[in-house]
């Protein structure tokens, strides 16, 4: 068997391929978001693949116009078996409001071509996904005095040092580990 080459079109084949480009994903790889305690109401929480799938990306989608959320890889940059892919993500959603919101995915792939996501676990940050998935008032007060460090939600800027660090060179020897960088709300291991 010849071995697998990472290319910046593999990865953007994988983009295309809609939701079915999640089968490069090894189905019990562990997704983080945003932190490592279960909230259905905020959708953090601990995942496999199917349990993403189904608790995380189902309830986004059904409150979308035609369940439909566009994905476009806005950059890829690929590093040996690792890519780092920067996505923007554009829907419209039922209450007629714009749905955009940017993500950042760490692919590390296995020498058979499949995908072992590499994640941060960022707290409370603000992003576009905050107000546009709340309603009017939801977003009054949200997170204040929730973060001990420094009492406010996270700026997108504050993660991108540990996105570089994991994609980069430097993360090279890391591996089941999560990156913590919440402001002190959760203080231990993964």
Same mark, same amino acid.
């Given at each position: 068997?010849a071995? !697998?080459?990472?290319?910046? +079109?593999?990865?953007?084949? $994988? ?6 480009? !999640?089968s @490069?994903?090894?189905?019990?790889v +562990?997704?983080?978001? /945003?932190?490592?305690?279960? *909230? ?6 601990? %995942? ?7 608790e ?10 035609d369940?439909?959320? &566009? @994905?476009?890889?806005?950059?890829? *940059?690929?590093?040996?078996? +690792? /890519? $780092?892919?920067e996505?923007?993500?554009?829907a ?10 940017? %993500?950042?995915?760490f692919?590390i !792939?296995?020498? &058979?071509?499949?995908?072992?996501l590499k994640?941060? /676990?960022?707290?409370? !940050?603000?992003?576009?996904l905050?107000?546009?998935?709340? &309603? *009017? ?11 001990p ?8 800027? &504050? @993660? ?13 020897y890391i591996?089941?580990?999560?990156i ?6 959760h203080?231990?291991?993964?």
């Amino acid at each position: 068997m010849a071995k !697998f080459t990472l290319t910046k +079109k593999y990865v953007e084949d $994988i983009f295309a391929g809609g939701p079915a480009g !999640f089968s @490069i994903i090894d189905p019990d790889v +562990k997704w983080i978001v /945003a932190s490592e305690t279960k *909230d259905p109401g905020r959708l953090t929480g601990i %995942y496999n693949l199917s349990s993403w799938l189904q608790e995380v990306r189902a309830p986004l989608v059904s409150r979308l116009k035609d369940g439909k959320l &566009e @994905i476009t890889p806005t950059s890829i *940059d690929v590093v040996g078996n +690792k /890519a $780092i892919v920067e996505i923007a993500g554009t829907a419209t959603q039922l209450n007629g409001k714009p749905y955009n919101n940017r %993500y950042a995915w760490f692919l590390i !792939f296995s020498e &058979e071509g499949k995908s072992k996501l590499k994640f941060q /676990a960022p707290g409370l !940050f603000y992003t576009p996904l905050q107000p546009s998935s709340r &309603e *009017d008032n939801g977003m009054e007060g949200w997170g204040l005095g929730a973060v001990p460090l420094h009492g406010r939600v996270g700026q997108p800027a &504050e @993660i991108g040092e540990a996105y570089v660090l994991l994609a980069g060179p430097g993360g090279n020897y890391i591996t089941g580990t999560v990156i913590h960088v919440n402001g002190g709300v959760h203080i231990g291991g993964a």
